[in-house]
């Protein structure tokens, strides 16, 4: 999980000359237990003829790692990958990720590197590792594109381009990636004019099973006034919501393991009506069926991940703006918490 949240976070870095191949075998070192595990085998083409990069090699670290990740997720037992370098022109490397996979459909080849989009169970990728290393390599100065392998066999095929020589001046500024991710337009309030929730301010109970996903909505929304509460999975947001810390507004996932968003949702809209009103439901996968028919119903205002924050924000917004003056601080029955016997 190192580095996960570089999305949102600034990371002191050092560029220096490295070497692809000391850093491809690094990381396959790192996964071996995993490759065991999984029966999936990596194979290195590594061109005799590779300079040394300008780069941070722990950032590139991650994007192997990160490609690699994503790889083992879609492939079988018994699956292979493998992993080429080779010069592109004097002045730049390509590095290849291919898999023999399912492959990624060209309709979703431009998405796969979004924020919180995933192809997979959401309760497997919380669909930033692709992201992440987007925002390294252009760090770098360099792209990153996805296509069909390059043989014209089946499986996915991610193609990393870098330059041999320093890196940008944005990347290197003060030796630190700049802290802008890739997506601010969707994380930055859209004005200065966006709801700002003045004082008391609003508990938010965060409910996901993917602690990336809690941190970035909980940095989010803490700065725009909000108190955030946590909780990994539904047993423990019911648990919290029968302490005696009141709860303002509900933003729950509906894929965890365990009981499931929406039963979680069924429970507090039977025991907390009132806080029923003011929960909001978030997804990676509306295909399931039981989600086909949570959004059927339209009990809940629903957001698809990858999110739009600034909806995000209007929804949270909105629901702490009904919470009525018994709720304020002192009741006990419609803001999370059980009526007293």
Not at 2 to 19: F, K, N
Not at 23 to 29: D, F, L, P, Y
Not at 169 to 181: F, I, M, N, V, Y
Request: charged share 25%; with cysteine; glycine share 6%.
């Amino acid at each position: 999980m190192r580095g996960l949240l570089d999305i949102t976070r600034q990371r002191h870095v050092s560029y220096a000359p490295v070497s692809i191949a000391q850093v491809v075998a690094r990381v396959k070192r790192d996964i071996g237990p995993q490759l065991a595990r999984t029966r999936v085998t990596v194979t290195t083409q590594l061109a005799a003829d590779l300079p040394k990069i300008h780069a941070d090699a722990t950032g590139l670290e991650q994007v192997i790692a990160n490609l690699l990740a994503n790889s083992l997720e879609a492939l079988p037992p018994d699956g292979h990958i493998e992993i080429e370098a080779l010069r592109d022109g004097p002045q730049h490397v390509l590095l290849r990720c291919s898999d023999d996979g399912p492959g990624v459909a060209a309709a979703l080849r431009e998405r796969v590197f979004d924020p919180f989009f995933t192809t997979k169970s959401a309760q497997r990728s919380a669909g930033l590792g692709l992201a992440i290393s987007q925002r390294i390599v252009r760090a770098h100065g360099g792209s990153i594109t996805t296509s069909t392998r390059i043989d014209g066999g089946r499986g996915a095929c991610f193609v990393v381009r870098l330059p041999v020589g320093e890196s940008t001046d944005l990347a290197r500024r003060d030796g630190q990636l700049a802290a802008t991710p890739a997506h601010t337009a969707a994380i930055e309030p859209p004005s200065r004019d966006a709801p700002r929730v003045e004082p008391p301010s609003p508990r938010v109970l965060l409910v996901d099973d993917e602690a990336p996903v809690r941190e970035l909505l909980r940095r989010y929304l803490s700065g725009h006034g909000f108190v955030i509460r946590e909780a990994e999975n539904s047993a423990a947001a019911l648990a919290l919501l029968d302490s005696t810390e009141p709860i303002d507004v509900l933003v729950t996932d509906l894929r965890m393991p365990g009981m499931s968003g929406i039963e979680l949702l069924e429970r507090v809209q039977s025991r907390w009506p009132e806080l029923a009103t003011r929960a909001i439901a978030i997804t990676g996968d509306v295909v399931a069926p039981e989600v086909a028919r949570f959004i059927q119903r339209r009990a809940f205002p629903l957001l698809e991940k990858p999110i739009d924050f600034a909806r995000l924000l209007a929804e949270v917004s909105a629901a702490a703006r009904r919470v009525t003056p018994p709720d304020r601080p002192g009741a006990d029955a419609t803001r999370g918490r059980s009526p007293a016997p």
